[in-house]
């Protein structure tokens, strides 16, 4: 299906005109031009540069830089050809992702949230677009993993972004246009999606022989456990990495000192930097993000913090 770039580039204005700072993708795709690597700094609502870079010519695809714009968009997909619940999402009527936000705002008492400005996405799924809440330091979340809402639900916030309405999208895994559903300003994130964004899960304990809990754990290293969780959640594109290494050898250096199994600190560290896991130009991946945590604790437990009584208090 062909797009022309003016439709694209009246998307990105009227995207813009609503206060919502736009960039390029590439034709017929969800991942941005190699000159936009950085583009949340280079995202822009001006017109003239949004109708300058639109009319070089290709139909370039349209989204919208979630963090500069004030947004949190909830992504409701649906399944993957085969693709199956897990168990705990594997109950009767929970078929895509909007069947998990409905039970979930039936466990916390809630209406589902319809009135806001909605848009379907290619495989029949659905974006809620929220203003994000004043001082709320929401980043992004994935339904693949224990960070986030539940299956089949990611969400965009500071240092995501979404595809724009009039984007067309053809992948392998499904090709179709980016539409409005819903025309209507965005409604403010409700206060129970907030707390669950911005209340983190229970750290996850790996494997059956890891020692203990973090409830069991000194306070000391419950909150160097908390702090360096929280330095890779809010590590920005860019300084991912760099923010895990730190905060693995940090802890590495705990467990060099016998205060903190490396099993468990490497359990909390994946989990924190399951939220940023990407492909694309800027991919972060579970490999990636393994291999630094491995290497780092291992680092960190070479030089062992010196344990004071202070310390242990």
Same mark, same amino acid.
């Given at each position: 299906?062909?797009?022309?770039?003016?439709?694209?580039?009246?998307?990105?204005?009227?995207?813009?005109?609503?206060?919502?700072?736009?960039?390029?993708?590439? =034709? /017929?795709?969800?991942?941005?031009?190699?000159?936009?690597?950085?583009?949340?700094?280079?995202?822009?609502?001006? #017109?003239?540069?949004?109708?300058?870079?639109?009319?070089?010519?290709?139909?370039?695809?349209?989204?919208?830089?979630?963090? #500069?714009?004030?947004?949190?968009?909830?992504? !409701?997909?649906?399944?993957?050809?085969?693709?199956?619940? =897990?168990?705990?999402?594997?109950?009767?009527?929970?078929?895509? /992702?909007?069947?998990?936000?409905?039970?979930?705002?039936?466990?916390?008492?809630?209406? +589902? =949230?319809?009135?806001?400005?909605?848009?379907?996405?290619?495989? %029949?799924?659905?974006?809620?677009?929220?203003?994000?809440?004043?001082?709320?330091?929401?980043?992004?979340?994935? %339904?693949?993993?224990?960070?986030?809402?539940?299956?089949?639900?990611?969400?965009?916030?500071? /240092?995501?972004?979404?595809?724009? =309405?009039?984007?067309?999208?053809?992948?392998?895994?499904?090709?179709?246009?980016?539409?409005?559903?819903?025309?209507?300003?965005?409604? #403010?994130?409700? @206060?129970? !999606?907030?707390?669950? !964004?911005?209340?983190?899960?229970?750290?996850?304990?790996?494997?059956?022989?890891?020692?203990?809990?973090?409830?069991? !754990?000194?306070?000391?290293?419950? *909150?160097?456990?908390?702090?360096?969780?929280?330095?890779?959640?809010?590590?920005?594109?860019? %300084?991912?990495?760099? *923010?895990?290494?730190?905060?693995?050898?940090?802890?590495?250096?705990?467990?060099?000192?016998?205060?903190?199994? @490396?099993?468990?600190?490497?359990?909390?560290?994946?989990?924190?930097?399951?939220?940023? +896991?990407?492909?694309?130009?800027?991919? +972060?991946?579970?490999?990636?993000?393994? *291999?630094?945590?491995?290497?780092?604790? *291992?680092?960190?437990?070479?030089?062992?913090?010196?344990?004071?009584? /202070?310390? @242990?208090?």
């Amino acid at each position: 299906m062909p797009i022309l770039s003016t439709n694209l580039a009246a998307a990105a204005l009227a995207c813009a005109a609503r206060g919502w700072q736009v960039f390029p993708l590439r =034709p /017929g795709d969800k991942q941005p031009l190699p000159r936009f690597t950085d583009w949340e700094a280079n995202a822009t609502t001006d #017109p003239a540069r949004i109708r300058a870079f639109w009319s070089r010519g290709p139909a370039f695809n349209v989204a919208v830089a979630c963090g #500069p714009s004030g947004l949190v968009v909830v992504d !409701l997909d649906t399944p993957k050809p085969g693709e199956t619940p =897990p168990p705990e999402w594997d109950m009767p009527g929970v078929n895509e /992702g909007a069947d998990v936000l409905a039970v979930l705002a039936e466990r916390h008492g809630e209406a +589902f =949230p319809l009135d806001t400005f909605t848009v379907t996405t290619r495989r %029949g799924g659905t974006h809620l677009y929220f203003t994000a809440p004043r001082g709320a330091r929401l980043r992004n979340t994935t %339904g693949r993993y224990r960070t986030g809402l539940g299956w089949l639900i990611d969400t965009r916030a500071a /240092g995501g972004y979404v595809v724009a =309405p009039g984007s067309y999208v053809d992948l392998p895994d499904g090709a179709g246009a980016y539409r409005i559903a819903h025309d209507t300003a965005p409604a #403010p994130l409700p @206060a129970w !999606l907030a707390h669950l !964004l911005t209340t983190p899960p229970a750290p996850l304990l790996g494997a059956p022989n890891v020692a203990g809990t973090v409830a069991d !754990l000194p306070a000391y290293v419950q *909150a160097a456990l908390k702090g360096e969780a929280e330095r890779v959640t809010d590590a920005v594109t860019g %300084g991912r990495n760099h *923010a895990l290494n730190k905060a693995a050898y940090n802890l590495g250096r705990l467990a060099g000192a016998g205060a903190l199994d @490396a099993d468990l600190a490497g359990s909390v560290l994946y989990e924190a930097a399951a939220v940023h +896991f990407c492909t694309g130009p800027n991919a +972060f991946t579970p490999a990636d993000a393994r *291999a630094t945590i491995r290497s780092a604790l *291992a680092a960190g437990a070479r030089n062992p913090r010196t344990i004071t009584r /202070g310390n @242990a208090a």
